[in-house]
């Protein structure tokens, strides 16, 4: 039996091609996105372009910090000056194949630091679709002001 959660009403679907993997080009199909791709040169490439982990860190830091707006506003707390920066690595994991993990430091100025870990809690355990998407698949290390999610 499956434990997904399933979406209960579709309310936007994003659309983007690649052609040519980590060397090839992404585009979106309102014409947004447009860019090329290149192999980091960490990995063996010349780098020069975008590449999948800085998309999926920019989708998640974006997405994070709208469910902590989110959050914040439904416990009246102001976050106007609020940030998420992220980190997405990959390397190689055990067995074959690649794996990513994820760091997202959320920035919460001048907001109490008890306030901001409830806030960012359940930003990531109850309203993120991202932090949904990899519990329990990608190592995500979250933390708010400066210190660690409790």
């Known amino acids: 039996m499956s434990n997904l959660s399933k979406v209960q009403k ?5 659309h983007a091609k690649v052609a040519g993997g980590r060397e090839g080009h992404v ?7 447009k860019l090329d791709l ?3 040169k960490e ?3 010349n780098g020069g372009g975008s ?4 998309l999926f860190a920019a989708g998640y830091a974006a997405c994070f910090e709208g469910a902590v707006r989110f959050v914040a506003g439904q416990k009246k707390v102001k ?3 609020a940030s998420v920066a992220s980190s997405v690595g990959i390397g190689p994991r055990e067995g074959s194949g690649f794996a990513v993990q994820v760091k997202l430091e959320v920035t919460l100025p001048g907001v109490d630091d008890a306030v ?8 990531h355990e109850d ?3 991202y932090s949904h998407a990899t519990r329990g698949n990608v190592d995500v290390d979250v933390s708010v002001n400066g210190k660690a999610l409790a």
């Open 127 to 129: 309203v993120c679709p």
């Open 27 to 33: 585009e979106s199909d309102d014409g947004l996105i």
């Open 43 to 45: 990995m063996g490439g």
């Open 10 to 14: 579709i309310v936007y679907t994003a």
């Open 79 to 81: 976050v106007d000056n």
């Open 116 to 123: 901001a870990q409830e806030i960012v809690k359940t930003a």
């Open 38 to 40: 290149r192999l980091p």
């Open 51 to 54: 590449n999948p982990e800085q």
